[in-house]
């Protein structure tokens, strides 16, 4: 048994988004834990990156090919990694937190587009989007309200550009579905709206309200990790 954890959107250094739920869960379990690069972030090669959504599903399915009883924590665009990623015989669970588990032929894009206050992106060199109009502080009130301000701080520090394809390439699988999972809605999240995750969280085998913001594995890492336990335990 082993955990994956897939990161969201225009961020890089999937290893710290997810350490402070990564040890809380090896304090409590023993369990190893490891974060997947995502190309189109950067976190691999330049020549990777342009590959997008495409790119990030092949780098989520070879770490997946490394285990076997896996969990998949998929957190935001995360959600539509997964999907794409296709059914893999190793994956035992998903847990999709503030995510999304989109039907073939849907695109990131698509999803948000008719959320009320949706997050600017502006063309970036090299086929890439990046953020529009924040700072370290406006990044964590939005994002990160219930952290503390060092921890705002270092997660700006690690937003980065995205490639163009992982918001307009069309889903080609949909990986979640036919697999036990369970959706975390984070009922304070004021980048996803409620109605939206809710939306998602009716296609999980079940889901679990938590009173947090975007990023509870950061903020809140005993709430995540007792739905992981919930699942080791079934």
Known sequence: MDVVFVHGALVRDGAWWWGPTAELL????GIASRAVALPSCGETTADEASGGLTADAAALRRELDRGDGTIVVGHSYGGTVVAEAGHHPAVAHLLLVSSYLPDVGQAQGAIMADEPDPVR????????????????????????QDADEQTQCAAWDRVTTQAVGSFVTPTTAAGWQGVDSTYLVCTEDRSTTVGLQRAHAERASRSVDVATGHHPFV???????????AVLSR
């Open 121 to 144: 992106v502006e063309p970036a060199d090299g086929g890439m989007l990046g953020l529009v109009g924040f700072d370290a502080g406006t990044f964590g009130a939005r994002f990160l």
């Open 219 to 229: 903020s809140r890492p005993d709430l995540v990790v007792a739905e992981l336990e």
């Open 26 to 29: 090896r304090e409590r379990t």
